[in-house]
């Protein structure tokens, strides 16, 4: 898989990946739409979920990856999809509860996966849903729902769920038209340690409000 080449860095010798940037400033400044790459902020719908046991996939590829390791507060909760001024998917925002930013912590996934500080996709599609609920699933409803998920070229972003199922759903995007490429999620939190937000970030968003007052440049 290839990293997304405005962000990443590769070590040649390892290939390892590298990432320089303020995230603490980085997802503070996009939940308060103040970052100043960000050229649209379009509401999606709510993400339901039963459980709180959340997983980040590939819907196409890799439907059943392990689930991240902090659980999100159950119910219905804001989604919003973050587009750069260059008309890039540089985040998706999941708002749980209002509150400061104190720290933002990078999201992390449960064994065999706890190392893991970022996921791959292949299909170029993105998907957060319920993992307990999508674990149940049968066959046929499992492939029901890759289908959904399959979002045409025209379409960003969506909020997608399963004839008569009200319990949970999915929220669906295409950051890159191709697929083959790294992301990471991080958690807001607020100083009791509290969940405010969980950000899906694909690695368009490159600089530090430190730069504000700069001209916009990739890493």
Same mark, same amino acid.
């Given at each position: 898989?290839?990293?997304?080449?405005? $962000?990443?860095? $590769?070590?040649?010798?390892?290939?390892? +990946?590298?990432?320089?940037?303020?995230?603490?400033?980085?997802?503070?400044?996009?939940?308060?739409?103040? %970052?100043?790459?960000?050229?649209?902020?379009?509401?999606?719908?709510?993400?339901?979920?039963?459980?709180g046991?959340?997983?980040?996939v590939?819907?196409i590829?890799h439907? %059943?990856?392990q689930? &991240?390791s902090?659980? !999100? @507060?159950?119910?219905?909760h804001?989604?919003s999809? *973050?587009?750069t001024?260059?008309?890039? /998917?540089?985040?998706?925002?999941?708002?749980?509860?209002?509150?400061?930013?104190?720290?933002?912590?990078?999201?992390?996934?449960v064994?065999?996966?706890?190392?893991? +500080?970022?996921?791959?996709?292949?299909?170029?599609?993105?998907?957060?849903?319920?993992?307990?609920?999508v674990?149940?699933?049968?066959?046929?409803r499992?492939?029901?729902?890759?289908?959904?998920?399959? +979002?045409?070229?025209?379409? @960003?972003?969506?909020?997608?769920?399963?004839p008569?199922?009200?319990?949970?759903?999915?929220?669906? *995007?295409?950051? !890159?038209?191709?697929g083959?490429?790294?992301?990471?999620?991080?958690? !807001? &939190?607020?100083?009791?340690?509290a969940?405010?937000?969980? /950000?899906l970030d694909?690695?368009?968003?490159?600089?530090? &409000?430190? %730069? /504000?007052?700069?001209?916009?440049?990739?890493?």
């Amino acid at each position: 898989m290839s990293a997304h080449a405005t $962000v990443f860095e $590769v070590n040649p010798e390892t290939g390892e +990946l590298s990432d320089r940037r303020d995230m603490p400033t980085v997802v503070s400044s996009l939940l308060r739409r103040a %970052h100043p790459q960000l050229a649209d902020f379009r509401e999606l719908g709510a993400l339901r979920t039963r459980t709180g046991c959340l997983a980040v996939v590939d819907p196409i590829s890799h439907l %059943h990856k392990q689930p &991240l390791s902090r659980r !999100a @507060p159950k119910g219905e909760h804001p989604v919003s999809l *973050c587009t750069t001024q260059g008309g890039e /998917i540089g985040a998706v925002l999941v708002s749980f509860a209002q509150g400061e930013v104190a720290s933002v912590e990078r999201a992390t996934w449960v064994w065999p996966f706890a190392d893991s +500080l970022r996921y791959g996709v292949e299909s170029g599609l993105v998907a957060l849903l319920d993992y307990d609920e999508v674990n149940e699933l049968d066959p046929i409803r499992t492939e029901r729902l890759s289908l959904l998920s399959s +979002l045409p070229p025209e379409i @960003p972003g969506a909020v997608v769920s399963l004839p008569r199922v009200r319990k949970w759903n999915a929220v669906v *995007c295409r950051p !890159a038209p191709d697929g083959n490429h790294f992301y990471s999620a991080h958690w !807001a &939190l607020d100083a009791g340690g509290a969940t405010l937000a969980l /950000i899906l970030d694909f690695a368009a968003f490159a600089l530090s &409000l430190i %730069h /504000i007052s700069e001209p916009t440049r990739p890493y």
